[in-house]
Every structure is written in structure tokens, then in C-alpha cells.
């Protein structure tokens, strides 16, 4: 049986806890939305948490996948987040626009259509 309060009962609770989160390391979060092409201009918009790995596997070229199938294997386009739901967003965003205006952002960003992990 405590004698304290609800509050006190509450305060002590989230001190607790805020006492184990602040023991706790610190982890980096790291989220990304890309845009890969082929040569021909055929975008690939996609969302990862391992940018170097997710390159890799469109370049690996699965069989019967859009990325094969259009020979989409160039890293044109990428934004760095830390949090999932605002990465999320932003690619559901990019996926919603038309073909121009993610070319226009290409173009913006990457104006020679560079592959901006040709050295990876």
C-alpha cells in the first residue's frame, strides 16, 4: 500500500523513467527518400533507411522487378531525414507528383542527371 498521492505516484513514475531514458545512449536516426533512373529518364521513387544497401539491391537487378525491367540503376535524387513519418510523407509526396514536376527536381538538384553514388 503507498501513502503517496496519484500525483506523487505519477512524478515518481516519470522520474524513474526519465532517469532510465537519459542513461540510455543516444541513437541516430537516419531515413531517405530517393529517386533512381535509367539512362532513358525512367524514375524509380523509394524510401530506405540504408540509402547504400537499397542502392545496391536496385543495381543487383532482381529479376522481374520495374527497377530490372527498365534498367533503373542511377541514383539521381535524395533527401535525408531523421524521422520515419516525415520521411514517410515525403515520399508519398513525391509518388503523388507528376512526372514533370519530379523531373523539375531533378533537374534542380542534379541539372547533369549525375549518379550521385557512382563511387559507392
Same mark, same amino acid.
Given at each position: 500500500?503507498?501513502? =503517496? /498521492?496519484?500525483? &506523487?505516484? /505519477? +512524478? $515518481? *513514475?516519470?522520474?524513474?523513467?526519465?532517469?532510465?531514458?537519459?542513461?540510455?545512449?543516444? =541513437? &541516430? #536516426?537516419?531515413? %531517405? $527518400?530517393?529517386?533512381? !533512373? /535509367?539512362? /532513358?529518364?525512367?524514375? %524509380?521513387?523509394?524510401?530506405?533507411?540504408?540509402?547504400?544497401?537499397? $542502392?545496391?539491391?536496385? =543495381?543487383? !537487378?532482381?529479376?522481374?522487378?520495374?527497377?530490372?525491367? %527498365?534498367?533503373?540503376?542511377?541514383?539521381?535524387? #535524395?533527401?535525408?531525414?531523421? %524521422?520515419?513519418?516525415? !520521411?514517410?510523407?515525403? &515520399?508519398? &509526396?513525391?509518388?503523388?507528383?507528376?512526372?514533370?514536376?519530379?523531373?523539375?527536381?531533378?533537374? *534542380? +538538384?542534379?541539372?547533369?542527371?549525375?549518379?550521385?553514388?557512382?563511387?559507392?
Amino acid at each position: 500500500m503507498s501513502f =503517496r /498521492s496519484e500525483t &506523487e505516484e /505519477s +512524478a $515518481v *513514475a516519470f522520474l524513474n523513467l526519465s532517469d532510465i531514458l537519459s542513461s540510455m545512449p543516444l =541513437r &541516430e #536516426y537516419h531515413f %531517405y $527518400v530517393y529517386i533512381m !533512373a /535509367s539512362r /532513358s529518364h525512367d524514375l %524509380y521513387v523509394g524510401f530506405t533507411n540504408n540509402i547504400f544497401r537499397r $542502392v545496391a539491391e536496385h =543495381r543487383s !537487378a532482381p529479376p522481374d522487378t520495374h527497377t530490372a525491367r %527498365y534498367n533503373i540503376n542511377r541514383l539521381v535524387y #535524395y533527401e535525408h531525414f531523421t %524521422y520515419v513519418l516525415n !520521411a514517410i510523407a515525403r &515520399e508519398k &509526396e513525391l509518388k503523388d507528383w507528376s512526372r514533370e514536376k519530379k523531373l523539375a527536381l531533378i533537374e *534542380a +538538384a542534379n541539372p547533369t542527371w549525375q549518379d550521385l553514388a557512382r563511387d559507392w
